[in-house]
Each structure stands twice: as C-alpha cells, then as structure tokens.
C-alpha cells in the first residue's frame, strides 16, 4: 500500500513537473517578435482621419493597448491586430502604423513586429521626464488633462508598465519618436531627450547600443511647418545620443495649420522610420527594392 502511495506520489509530481514546462514554453519570451517603443505629441498621437486602405493589417503587426478601449473590445496590456487607431481608442492615423505595416513587408515570414504607442497631443518633452512630470502636470493646459489622465498621470510610467508586460513576449528593438513642436526654440531639448531615453534604458534593463532612437522630423517649411526651425535642433540629436537616428520629413504632405502631417504624409513618414530601422536591423534593402506599405490616394 505504502508502494502505491509513493508510486502515485511520483506521477503526480511528473505531472506537475510537466505541466510547468509546458506553461513556460507557452510564455516564454519570442526571439522573433521584434517590439517598438512609440511616443510624442500629437503627430505621433495620430491626427489624420484614417481611411478604408489603413485598416488591412498583416496579423504579424500587431499593437499592446496602453488604455482600456472597451468600445473596440480591447484592454490595456494586451495584444491585438494592428488596426488603427494605435494610441487611445479615438485618435487617428499615425507614423507608427505605416512603420509596421512597411517592417512586416520587408522581414522575414517568422519575425512579428509590435509597437506600443504612448502619446499625448500638445505636449512638451518634460511630460516624459519621470522627475518633471508631475510638476509639468500642475501647468499644462485644461484640455490636456484628461489625456494625460488616461495614463494615470503619467505617459511615462505606463509606457514602461506596458513595455515590461510586453518583453514577457518579445523583445525591444528599437524607440520611435516624433515630438519638439511644444518645445520649438528649446535648444536643451537633445539633452531633454536624451535624459527620457536614458530612462527607459535603465528602466527597461535595455542595451543602448542595441536600441536605437529614431526621431523624426516635424512638418517642413516647404510644407508649411510652423515649427520647421525646430528642426535644426532635432538634427543635432546623434551629437547627443550617438545611436540615434533622424528621419526626415521633406517632401511628406501636411495640413493647412502648418503643424500636422496628413494621412499621406504619416504614411510616407511612418515607411521611413521602418527603412532607417530596417537597415539599422541588417536588412541593407535599396529604395527601390523597399516593399513600401503606402498608398499615394489620400484625404
């Protein structure tokens, strides 16, 4: 009896034993699931209107929600088809969806790529400064509030919330950032920035040489853009963060408020930023050879 006590004993402990390995495998971190970090103002936000052709996404494009969308059926912390909108549950187009679309297009049929995209229109630098953010919450403006609130108060720290959730299941490439409208004339602002990503760095136990920041380029002045002289500034950012990578915006349309791209003018953009880290990647693929996500019709 005591044999068949302990023989029993055994199975249940292989069962167990099994059971745990199979839940690890099951959650084990996805070499090939390549995950972007997106944040900024309202251009990364998502201003355009986005349109019929925006809405076919690969299933290997996938985004984690940073805010409960009940009204697309979706919560905060998981995956999902990248179908935009890619920020909050109502705002629009943006660069980080035609940069997906245009990564999955030229990698290989294994790799998945994801993006979380925290960001809030209107804002300065400062608001993703983990150290600045509550005092910058006390003077920004009114209508700002509530889109801040929607991260508890702080961008920063849900997106890197989000992010470790994230890493469970792949791994950090790489950071997006399209902001400096707020801060046009702010010669600081490459140290500004270099001070969030430096946190996100250490936050995320990240290896800065192998996480590149991609900044873009606001709306230029032959578009326009009301705040192109920040982008002389925005240049100078590899002098700053040496793995870091401009993106250029000339010749990528806007609206007439001289501040915000239009939907062909993110798509265009959002493929840049996926060419740059394509390259950044070990995909050497030419101009021409670049399966670019874009359709030239428009809003």
């Known amino acids: 009896m005591k044999l068949r006590m302990n023989m029993i004993s055994v199975r249940r402990l292989f069962v167990l ?21 997106c944040f900024g103002q309202s251009n990364m936000e998502g201003n355009a209107k986005f349109e019929s052709q925006d809405t076919s996404v690969d299933t290997r494009f996938q985004v984690m929600e940073a805010v409960d ?20 549950c109502s705002t629009g187009l943006t660069p980080s969806d035609y ?35 509550k005092d910058y919450v006390t003077t920004a403006p009114s209508w700002m509030l509530n889109m801040i609130k929607e991260y508890d108060g702080s961008p ?13 299941d792949g791994v950090i490439k790489g950071i997006l950032l399209h902001q400096g409208e707020s801060n046009t004339g702010d010669t600081t602002w490459t140290n500004k920035v270099k001070h969030v990503y430096d946190n996100l760095i250490t936050d995320l136990k990240l290896n800065k040489d192998s996480v590149p920041l991609l900044a873009g380029e606001l709306v230029s ?6 705040c192109a002289s920040m982008n002389a500034i925005i240049n100078k950012l590899p002098q700053t963060i040496p793995n870091s990578y401009i993106i250029s915006s ?12 239009d939907a062909a003018g993110y798509r265009e953009l959002g493929a840049r930023y996926a060419a ?9 693929t030419s101009k021409s050879g670049l399966s670019i996500a874009t359709n030239k019709s428009s809003n």
């Open 17 to 37: 034993a099994a059971f745990s390995m199979v839940s690890a495998f099951v959650h084990a971190q996805d070499n090939n699931f390549y995950i972007f970090l």
């Open 69 to 88: 969308c009940a009204g697309l059926g979706r919560d905060k912390g998981q995956w999902y088809t990248a179908v935009p909108p890619l920020c909050r």
């Open 99 to 133: 940069f997906g679309k245009t990564m999955v297009k030229n990698l290989p049929a294994n790799i998945r790529v994801g993006v979380i995209n925290v960001s809030v229109g209107g804002c300065k630098i400062e608001l993703f400064d983990k150290d600045l953010c």
């Open 156 to 168: 920063y720290e849900r997106m890197v919330a989000i992010a470790r959730q994230a890493q469970k």
């Open 221 to 226: 002045a032959a578009q326009g853009g009301k």
């Open 250 to 261: 000339e010749g990528c349309t806007a609206i007439k408020d001289g501040l915000h791209f």
């Open 276 to 284: 740059r880290m394509l390259s950044l990647l070990g995909y050497h």
